[in-house]
């Protein structure tokens, strides 16, 4: 199957869980082992207005190839039916947009670059990009 075919939300659902799940082993690594406090910090890094914090952030700075903006903009433009009622659409729309290329590039197999992005999600999170609430 050629995964660049496939659908942004069906992307954007492969990479919602590739993320949370590379975001937990990266703050287990870290040193947090409390499930109450994993969680709180976890979600600081996937909540919608994170993700889109992470995705703008990359975008402005270039570090998506061309390929890359592509599946981001199959995912973000995808026509999705339900948000939810405390985010903003434009949030959510972007965050399907990371989540479709984190999707597409784990299904490639790519580990190495959404390392890279994960990488990049903890700097900007840690640099004060999105409240810690």
Same mark, same amino acid.
């Given at each position: 199957?050629?995964?660049? +075919? +496939?659908?942004?939300?069906?992307?954007?659902?492969?990479?919602?869980?590739?993320?949370? #799940?590379? /975001?937990?082993?990266?703050? /287990?690594?870290?040193?947090?082992?409390?499930?109450?406090?994993?969680? &709180?910090?976890?979600?600081?890094?996937?909540?919608?207005?994170?993700?889109?914090? /992470?995705?703008?952030?990359? #975008?402005?700075?270039?570090?998506?190839?061309?390929?890359?903006?592509?599946?981001?903009?199959?995912?973000?433009?995808?026509?999705?039916?339900?948000?939810?009622?405390?985010?903003?659409?434009?949030?959510? #729309?972007? *965050?399907?947009?990371?989540?479709? +290329? $984190?999707?597409? +590039?784990?299904?490639?197999?790519?580990?190495?670059?959404?390392?890279?992005?994960?990488?990049? *999600?903890?700097?900007?999170? &840690?640099?004060?990009? $999105?409240?810690?609430?």
């Amino acid at each position: 199957m050629d995964n660049k +075919l +496939l659908n942004g939300l069906t992307l954007a659902y492969v990479g919602d869980s590739a993320y949370e #799940l590379l /975001i937990r082993k990266r703050l /287990i690594l870290e040193g947090l082992t409390k499930s109450d406090r994993l969680h &709180k910090t976890a979600i600081n890094y996937t909540k919608a207005s994170a993700q889109a914090t /992470i995705v703008r952030y990359l #975008l402005a700075n270039n570090f998506f190839t061309d390929e890359e903006i592509l599946i981001y903009k199959r995912g973000r433009n995808s026509h999705v039916h339900l948000t939810r009622k405390n985010i903003a659409l434009a949030d959510y #729309l972007d *965050a399907t947009g990371l989540e479709a +290329l $984190v999707g597409y +590039l784990f299904l490639e197999g790519n580990e190495k670059r959404i390392k890279e992005i994960i990488d990049n *999600a903890f700097d900007i999170i &840690k640099g004060g990009a $999105v409240d810690g609430r």
